[in-house]
């Protein structure tokens, strides 16, 4: 099988990880790069699973040693990068790795790894709707969803420079395109 380096950027609300989770249930293999961070674990988030916990000081010295494919600095001292490492160990296990990272961290993985990695956008069907899906989970404050709304259209202006773009208007549909471009990938 040729392997690949499936990335995923979706704003927040386009159904991203019932996509990869549906995904699964098809029977497509992968496996999830772990990114590093030197923001604070939350909740039961453990070392090594949701992510890999640095301190500021420890991120800044793997940058300085060159350690990441590609890294952002999201807020002050808050780091998200993804390690050479990781995609190497994934890589020697013979599976497609799956990347859920933000969009600019997307095209450096493409700038990286070239042909290797495939880069898809998944889009909600417009910016109503995914307001309409945002308000109606009800669990966030209006001013927090107004937040993710702007960062949405802030990502979707990336769009044009992913390999493919998924609108995720029924999830059916968007799960059999998703896995037709992955089958096709690893050809
Ligand atoms: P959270 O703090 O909620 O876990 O993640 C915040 C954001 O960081 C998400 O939008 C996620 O896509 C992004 N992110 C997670 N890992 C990486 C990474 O390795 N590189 C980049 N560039 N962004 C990441």
């Known amino acids: 099988m040729n392997t690949k380096l499936i990335v995923f950027s979706a704003p927040s609300g386009c159904g991203k990880s019932t996509i990869i989770s549906e ?6 293999s992968f496996a999830f790069s772990i ?9 039961e988030e453990k070392d090594g699973v949701e992510y890999y916990f640095l301190t500021p000081e420890q991120f800044r010295t793997k940058i300085a040693e060159n350690c990441f494919v590609e890294y952002e600095e999201v807020y002050k001292d808050q780091f998200y990068g993804t390690l050479k490492s990781e995609v190497e160990r994934l890589l020697r296990q013979g ?20 042909d290797k990695a495939v880069l898809i956008f998944i889009m909600p069907p417009s910016v109503e709707e995914l307001s309409r899906r945002l308000h109606s989970r009800g669990t966030e404050s209006e001013e927090l969803i107004q937040k993710r709304l702007s960062r949405a259209e802030f990502e979707m202006s990336f769009s044009p ?27």
């Open 161 to 187: 420079q992913f390999d493919h773009c998924v609108v995720n208007d029924n999830l059916e549909d968007a799960v059999s395109k998703v896995y037709d471009i992955i089958a096709e990938a690893n050809k």
């Open 95 to 114: 599976t497609n790795v799956l990347f859920d990272i933000d969009v600019k961290g997307a095209l450096n993985i493409k700038r990286f790894y070239g």
């Open 23 to 28: 995904l699964r249930k098809r029977g497509v």
């Open 35 to 43: 990114s590093a961070t030197s923001r604070k674990p939350r909740g």
